[in-house]
């Protein structure tokens, strides 16, 4: 079908894309400009349009569930670094709550310069089906994809046939998705574009992939039947291509944080050469304790350095090529590099694999005691390859492997089948067993966490004989909501359990408060501090994915202007902050603060907050918690391994000399330790919940909705639903078609 679409005004395409499988219906609409003005882009745009296709009784795999791509007015500008990001935005199968992933490539961009601000995929298709928006001749089209199950051959399919067709490599992007994310409920999808400086067996160039990992939005694009989305498409050219409002602006902002990243990234953290792995170091000081590290039972390692983004630099990582996962971004930190399979099917084939980043990394090395950086990029191909979550995927492992270790789990329970601290032959079968459903165990593991516990608890209840252990197992089941744990290990950080807990939406992922870093750093001293944090830090960092942009350029270049602010937050690095607010106002023709422009974000965290409440309802604060191992020792014995930071903390809240507590025992410690913990979380989810505007119960009040401006976007059931949690009964409905 043939569209139309007209130059880039202030970064907006202005027109979503909306394509129905099931009745074959493509329909270029025109974003209201209303809309788009409230909800800004990404993710903020995409949870809209997902609260009005969606109820409180859609399931993830039903036709209506609608899968979601939105990049932000931002992305897609070179001018200024780290303009490469995506949504993906759907119910996600996991969590059965809306489930929003970023991505990194050339996709969003693309989809942009083609002539759309959102993507909006519903129905699903009777068979296996590729949509292809061509940005060049205006034209979209559903046809039949390649018949391939693992995207790495798909990839190499859809390339040979769009190339064969005519097409320049550097014009073709593409999602795909792979045979786990049809067995599993955490599939991930693909997002590929072309590194043409990359230098590749004497030549140059290579297609690469960044993941939209998180909540098993990979498995949606397969209940539709979807193998690959393409898109073909060109950089927009003339004198003010993205249609700025002050294009000067826009690129002095572009040029002044250039400047900062060249500066202070080889001084500092290295992305450039290491990637996110260079975090591995940071988590795993003796002081931290926050890398995690058998299933997060402990909090460093001394063999952590092998698998340090140091090592990956050095021996590794190809440095050769420029790294960026868009043009413009001088960060660099896309890092990858080629090893040689040592399990499966593809056994003996040297691969260039993606990553690892530090959340892989720690997944598949530290949490799972594992230390060969080999084995973690293996094991990071696979799951790419296969389509699945690495870091649910290695979170859900290293919970199994305490379930053997603690017997909660033996080899009669699962055909003879272990999972074991640092056995990497198995870990690797159990990545093809999950992907393929190869097994029982593997089976329910690709259902996810809560339904894998219930499942471990019987089994162990019909050999034992013993009581139902599921609260024993709980304590250590690293997830919240459904979604396991991004990898921080949190015992020393309150303000990263809250954000785990209370702040994450999503469950407990760290995209909307990663306050870790800065809560070691000692930026917070008091309880208001934490609670104002919780607030702040995600209305920057999910404001980013509104707009289109990669957080690294802020969050991990310290700019040295920042450290000369009086009187404010300085690890939300100011400086660079107001940069981005140049960058703002000249591509939007505002002329708001760096404050005032992220203040917005609140309106798509209330309206992700209300699309919790429906699936929820009163259970809503019950939802708000993480299991006790992110809170503390879950036994004696790993009290023990941190006795003197422990004993030190309780000599503070006992108000006893640090010898008196050395007397008491440590089962007695223990308990009192974990009780001081939990009030302290449960005190600040409270905090959190007033700043918000929420009552204690975590249900937003309606003035607070009224206030920011949410109430008359919400759809009748959810107006009602709420108003009537707050105690109020709607007399008079306003019906959306009346706004
Ligand atoms: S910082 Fe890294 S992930 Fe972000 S845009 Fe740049 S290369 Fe991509």
Redesign the pocket.
Known sequence: MKYTKTPLSHGYANQILTIDLGTGKINPEPLDPQIRDFFIGGRGLGLYLLHKKVNAKTNASDAENPLIFAPGPLGGIPQF??T?KCMAISLSPLTHIPGVSNF?GHFGAYLKYAGFDALEIIGIAKKNTMLVIDGFINEISITKAPAMDQVFNLEKAIVDQFVKAGHEKKDIVFLTTGIGAANTTYGCINSHYYDAAKPVDGAKGLFRTKQAGRTGLGTVMMHKNIRAIVVLAGYPHGENPYGAADWEKVKQAGTKLHKIVKEVDPQSLK?YRKGSAGLISFMNKEDYQSLPVNNYQYGSHPQAEQICGKTYAERLFDHRGM????PG?N????KGGWVTLASGEHKGQKVWVDGPEYETAAGFGSNLGMWSPEFIMEANWHCDNYGIDTITTAVIMAFLMECYQREYLVKKDTDGFALTWGDEQAALSFIHQIARQGTKLAKVTGVGMIELIDWIAAKYVARTGKPNSRREIEQFAMHTKGLPFSLYRTHRSLSMQASYAAASDIGAHHAAAWLIKVDLLGAFTNFQDRAKALITYPRVRLGNDNLGL?K??WVDVFNPDSGNRKNTDIYINPASQEIYADFYNGMLGTNMTWEKIFEQTDRDINLQRVMNILVYEKATGRHDWIPDRAIGPTEDRLYETEKDYNDQQLSTILSKPFTEIRKIKTAEKREILMKHRKEELRKLIGVYYAERGWGNNGIPKVETLKQIGLWNFLSDEARTKIAAMNGQLLNKPILAQQL
């Open positions: 670094p780290g490469s990194g992305m790294d960026g996962c868009f971004c960060l660099r930190c896309t990669c690294l350029p």
